[in-house]
């Protein structure tokens, strides 16, 4: 079955960077694009973007753009969004999810990932 | 690209129904025909329940129904039972490949 297994929960210092990685199980990595969302604590979901699997694509909010990288290795079906300038902010849950082009939806996500920024 | 109104909290007694209203602009919700709908339980991820505002994938309740008029899309539960007690966001197609979600529902089975 569709899964996604991410990397687990980091503590950073303000100004650092992060690096999240999202290891997709049961289907071909190269069919789907990749989505990343963010949840503050008690807060909603926050769309961040989407990267395609075979890496030639992608678009992020303008708000974190130069701030994010995103990449994927098809070798090992993983994907991985880096974080820098890390702020007090950026503290959340980070999914990734499996981004179904033809549903226009994401339909598998992972478990998601506590990045914590604190000092 | 601001979040889609979504009303904080709705409740409804066991077997009854309600709808959960997503408003958005006709730059998004009243643009284009491509609102999901996700629900979360406390502590997990979400999970899709409604693409392209009335698809259900396979395997989700025949209970929830999605639908769109102007700028608000809206999920219907119906039969209401204490498992679909949890967080519900709405999220639209907002052009130039990005997207956008709600502010999120808290539903309350009484």
């Known amino acids: 079955q569709v899964q996604l297994v991410q990397s687990g929960a980091e503590v950073k210092e303000p100004g650092a960077s992060v690096k999240v990685s999202c290891k997709a199980f049961?289907?071909?990595?190269?069919?789907?694009?990749i989505a990343w969302v963010r949840q503050a604590p008690g807060q909603g979901l926050e769309w961040m973007g989407w990267?395609?699997?075979?890496?030639?694509?992608?678009n992020f909010v303008q708000g974190l753009q130069g701030r994010v990288s995103t990449t994927t290795d098809t070798t090992t079906s993983t994907a991985y969004m880096e974080l820098r300038s890390l702020r007090s902010d950026d503290t959340a849950i980070y999914y990734c999810?499996?981004?179904?082009?033809?549903?226009?939806?994401?339909?598998?996500w992972g478990q998601g990932t506590l990045v914590t920024v604190s000092s | 690209q601001s979040a889609l109104t979504q009303p904080a909290s709705v409740s409804g007694s066991p077997g009854q129904s309600i709808t959960i209203s997503c408003t958005g602009t006709?730059?998004?919700?009243?643009?284009?025909?491509?609102v999901s709908w996700y629900q979360q339980h406390p502590g997990k991820a979400p999970k899709l329940l409604i693409s392209?505002?009335?698809k259900r994938p396979s395997g989700v309740s025949t209970r929830f129904s999605g639908s769109k008029s102007g700028n608000t899309a809206s999920l219907t539960i119906s039969g209401l039972q204490s498992e679909d007690e949890a967080d519900y966001y709405c999220?639209?197609?907002?052009?130039?490949?990005?997207?956008?979600f709600g502010t999120g529902t808290q539903v309350t089975v009484l």
């Open positions: 049961g289907y071909t990595f190269t069919t789907h694009a």
């Open positions: 392209e505002v009335t």
């Open positions: 006709s730059t998004d919700v009243g643009n284009y025909h491509l």
């Open positions: 990267i395609s699997a075979n890496n030639d694509n992608r």
């Open positions: 999220c639209s197609y907002a052009g130039y490949s990005i997207y956008v």
């Open positions: 999810a499996r981004y179904n082009r033809g549903d226009s939806a994401c339909d598998y």
